[in-house]
């Protein structure tokens, strides 16, 4: 019997050239898979990312060299094929395939890496899963994948096989979940990266340039939060003690400030009612 823990590699294609696209195929070439294509509507968006992962630093061996191309059909050829499109566009582009993948009687394992969006999307195609990142992802700063869990879905027991090995080879966590639980998840995700993020942007402007002495104060605050039962036990603030008289001098500060006063005023008053049914 193959060992599961054993990763093999597979000759996978990606269509997207965004955050995700970016990160993951630099990830999974530097682990030994061939990335056969990079995909998209807009050619020269596709060959710059190709261009990119074709450089020696991601490059393990001289035949493992990736193409660029606007024509789904090239993909299929592939033992993988990654959607990592946004999310409107997944349905359109799996469509597309699924007309291609008949015609041409190719059946890759197609994947999307998609957080809110279900499996069924991919409905049509015998073999279908999700690879789902839940990490911030951007071009502009490099990711240990080995950080980053994967919130699996599959059509089959041979896709949940070429899903756990994909996350073997990156060295990463992953867990099976149903589309509706990876959905509540993805939605949990905003509120843990997307909001605090937008926060820290309010801070900076309110700070600056005073605002990196922030940076402690914002690790230990999301390091504490996550070793309790849940974050309202080591809720602090003028907020959570009902200061009232605090709170008025912080929403002063922010007269000028609309959006700034605008969230201070919401976010404090949800802490001291929920603080006041506790009560």
């Given at each position: 019997m193959e060992n599961k823990t054993i990763p093999k590699h597979y000759k996978i294609s990606v269509i997207g050239y965004g955050n995700v696209s970016y990160r993951l195929s630099i990830a999974l070439k530097m682990c030994g898979h061939q990335l056969d294509y990079i995909c998209g509507r807009d050619f020269h968006k596709a060959s710059k990312l190709a261009y990119i992962l074709n450089k020696p630093e991601y490059t393990i061996n001289q035949n493992n060299t990736t193409l660029s191309t606007d024509k789904y059909d090239d993909v299929l050829n592939?033992?993988?094929?990654?959607?990592?499109v946004s999310d409107n566009a997944i349905e359109i582009v799996s469509k597309e395939l699924l007309a291609l993948s008949v015609n041409l009687k190719r059946e890759p394992v197609i994947l999307h890496t998609s957080g809110s969006t279900p499996l069924s999307?991919?409905?049509?195609?015998?073999?279908?899963?999700?690879?789902?990142?839940?990490?911030?992802?951007?071009?502009t700063k490099p990711v240990d994948f080995s950080i980053v869990p994967f919130f699996l879905e599959s059509s089959s027991e041979l896709v949940s096989d070429v899903l756990v090995k994909i996350c073997y080879s990156l060295n990463s966590e992953y867990r099976f979940i149903s589309s509706q639980e990876r959905a509540k998840l993805h939605v949990a995700a905003v509120f843990v990266s997307n909001f605090v993020?937008?926060?820290?942007?309010?801070?900076?402007d309110i700070s600056t340039p005073n605002h990196m002495f922030l940076?402690?104060?914002a690790v230990e605050t999301i390091r504490k939060a996550f070793l309790?039962?849940?974050?309202?036990?080591?809720?602090?603030?003028?907020?959570?003690?009902?200061?009232t008289d605090t709170i008025g001098?912080?929403?002063?500060?922010?007269c000028d400030r609309?959006?700034?006063?605008e969230v201070y005023e919401l976010l404090s008053r949800n802490i001291m009612n929920k603080n006041s049914k506790k009560e």
């Open positions: 592939s033992d993988v094929v990654i959607i990592a999307v991919l409905d049509g195609f015998e073999k279908q899963g999700v690879l789902y990142p839940m990490m911030t992802l951007s071009i993020n937008y926060l820290i942007g309010l801070s900076y940076m402690p104060l309790y039962e849940h974050p309202a036990l080591v809720q602090t603030g003028p907020a959570k003690r009902g200061d001098k912080h929403i002063a500060l922010l609309p959006e700034h006063r």
